[in-house]
């Protein structure tokens, strides 16, 4: 610079008259990084390392030829940094010391969930789409799974070795072009996913064992084993009716619980269910089921249990049904079966989170909810004629005097009795044939909905177990170990689809629907109850003289007329409720039905493609119940 005085400044500004533009962008570039200033010169706070790279991405599109190098290079730095954190998580299962990962562990106050993680987009670059992103997160807490059990190689349930090649996954990343789009992106993941499974998800988490866990969760929580749900109910009642110290019948007009006001202890939520697997444990002593079912009520001993919603941990659940409209109408539910909210609890351990979570274990309490008060209003109503004294005319009254006016007084008595009781007697009959027929078409609908998705898990499974069945079991471990492994991805995927189609089936979706199904249950309550202290008030009431002055007698029959007026109101609902609940499956029927979604993978074959079971059975349902509703109560509905 000694030659300052010979040089013109000029020229000094004419030599950096091309650096112009590139030091103004790269002063826009530093002002957005350090203080968070936009294009415009607003400040809009604290940059990511996404928004950097879409900054980067969009500047090499300017049309200026320096600018568009320089972008490009200083994206292709970005994007290497990017890929440098994802490996850390894609490759080992760790957590990238990067703040502003698009994976973060979510807030759990349960210590045994170490595992939770969720995404976040908004920290993600574009060419990240929200099935890469949920492939991505799978294949992190799968490979957590995988480094927790070789880090216990003395585990005896252990068969098989487990490795993990990082060196491999490594190569697949490096191999991504830049800059980085979401095909190549895609890909790489879809192989290090495929990789993965083929080499350790297989042995850590069994299709065998995934369909076991299923196949439990169909028969116990979706009442898909035969008596299951009754000896719940009964074994529910019997612990109510034990506890109850309040009069069990109430002669209220509105809706009437057996235990309104009443507390259930945790302790009693583990009787009933206890009793219940007693009974289910008798019944397979009995029938001598075969060893497989016995290995489920065992598995099911250890997997499932109640609780009280809105206690302790249980807490978390509330986020979770918040999170879906078919879940907060299935909470209507919860307190039918003892009339407090209750919750059917999942309780299982790594790995099987990977394909069964949260969301999904509160899917399956709104629908047990569902499916058991369906269950029990039907017992309920059904019930009623068991109490045989109040169909008939007790004659044997007849024979007590010779006077013919008393006789005549007793048989105008009766039949005035039996009048007032028709009606009752025509309601309840199609009450509970509507609800026999809604209990068999759930029953079809769970029915055709698991074994469309057994199929589809276990096809090759089914072939083994035919030839071990024939060839001897010699046979069957080559034949096991040469069947492709089913990725756990794709199977989590197929069991959402398979439950998202079960809730829209089964009308627990529609609020409508379950706001007049909840009434009908809770009317039934009422009438149930009305007719049981109407039986032992008639029992008590049914005397030779009806109008011997007897004071207790007058107030036994001013009970007995009353009971029959709130029974008439309460018909009157229930038969209202009926034809609304009539209607509106015929609505959801007349409905243009969307196709159910296809669950598959883009890199998959079209063996793994899912298809959810469409039941055609709701057409069946209405032309039951419009061709089998009573005579004597033609206009119902």
């Not at 390392?49 to 969009?58: D, K, N, V």
């Not at 999942?346 to 709104?366: C, G, I, K, W």
């Not at 089914?462 to 071990?468: A, G, K, P, R, S």
């Not at 036994?556 to 029974?567: D, F, T, V």
């Amino acid at each position: 610079m000694g030659a300052y005085d010979a040089v013109p400044l000029t020229g000094i500004l004419a030599s950096l008259e091309k650096w112009y533009y590139v030091l103004a962008w790269l002063k826009e570039l530093l002002l957005y990084i350090q203080l968070g200033f936009g294009p415009a010169g607003k400040l809009e706070g604290r940059r990511s390392g996404a928004q950097l790279i879409e900054f980067l991405r969009q500047a090499s599109r300017t049309g200026h030829p320096d600018l568009e190098r320089l972008a490009q290079n200083l994206a292709a730095v970005a994007d290497s940094t990017w890929l440098r954190n994802l490996s850390t998580w894609l490759l080992y299962g760790h957590m990238p010391a990067s703040p502003d990962f698009f994976i973060r562990r979510t807030a759990c106050e349960d210590s045994s969930e170490n595992r939770a993680f969720e995404v976040c987009l908004d920290l993600a670059p574009e060419y990240v789409t929200q099935a890469v992103a949920t492939s991505i997160l799978f294949a992190g807490r799968s490979l957590g799974h995988v480094r927790d059990r070789t880090a216990k190689p003395h585990d005896p349930s252990q068969n098989s070795t487990i490795e993990v090649s990082p060196r491999r996954h490594l190569e697949i990343l490096a191999s991504i072009d830049r800059p980085i789009t979401s095909s190549g992106l895609t890909r790489a993941v879809a192989g290090i996913r495929s990789m993965l499974t083929n080499n350790n998800l297989e042995s850590l988490l069994p299709v065998k064992v995934v369909s076991q866990i299923f196949d439990v969760l169909h028969e116990f929580m979706l009442l898909g084993r035969e008596g299951f749900g009754a000896a719940l109910v009964r074994s529910a009642d019997q612990c109510l009716n034990t506890r109850s110290k309040e009069p069990r019948f109430s002669r209220q007009k509105h809706e009437t619980l057996r235990l309104r006001g009443t507390m259930i202890r945790e302790a009693e939520l583990l009787t009933i269910l206890g009793q219940t697997w007693a009974k289910l444990e008798n019944e397979v002593q009995c029938t001598r089921y075969n060893s497989e079912m016995d290995d489920n009520l065992e598995v099911a001993r250890g997997l499932i249990d109640l609780s009280i919603r809105g206690i302790g941990s249980r807490e978390k659940m509330e986020n979770v049904i918040a999170a879906k409209s078919a879940l907060r109408t299935g909470r209507q539910f919860d307190d039918v079966l003892l009339g407090v909210p209750i919750i059917f609890n999942v309780r299982f351990q790594p790995p099987v989170d990977l394909v069964l979570t949260e969301f999904e274990t509160a899917s399956y309490s709104a629908l047990t909810s569902y499916l058991l008060g369906t269950r029990r209003a039907h017992m309920r109503i059904t019930d009623l004629w068991r109490l045989s004294s109040l169909r008939r005319i007790r004659h044997e009254h007849l024979g007590f005097t010779s006077d013919q006016a008393t006789t005549l007084a007793i048989k105008a008595h009766a039949a005035a009795k039996s009048f007032r009781l028709r009606q009752i007697w025509v309601t309840a009959s199609s009450t509970a044939f509507f609800l026999s027929e809604l209990v068999s078409y759930l029953q079809s609908l769970v029915s055709g909905s698991w074994n469309k998705f057994r199929d589809w898990l276990l096809p090759a499974h089914q072939v083994c177990n035919e030839i071990e069945d024939t060839a001897g079991t010699s046979a069957a471990p080559r034949e096991q170990s040469s069947l492709p492994a089913r990725d756990p991805e794709i199977v989590s995927l197929a069991h959402k689809q398979y439950l998202d189609a079960l809730t829209q089936q089964s009308f627990l979706a529609d609020t409508v629907y379950t706001h007049l199904l909840r009434g009908l249950f809770s009317l039934i309550d009422h009438l149930t109850a009305l007719v049981q202290r109407l039986e032992v008030v008639s029992r008590s009431s049914d005397l030779p003289d009806p109008a011997a002055p007897m004071p207790e007698n007058q107030v036994l029959l001013e009970e007995n007329n009353e009971l029959l007026e709130a029974l008439a109101d309460v018909g009157q609902n229930v038969r209202e409720c009926l034809g609304k609940l009539v209607s509106r499956l015929r609505q959801l029927n007349d409905l243009e039905r969307e196709p159910l979604g296809r669950c598959f993978d883009k890199m998959e074959s079209i063996e793994t493609y899912f298809d959810p079971f469409q039941s055609q059975c709701l057409d069946s349902l209405l032309l039951t119940l419009n061709v089998g509703v009573s005579h004597e109560d033609p206009g119902l509905w």
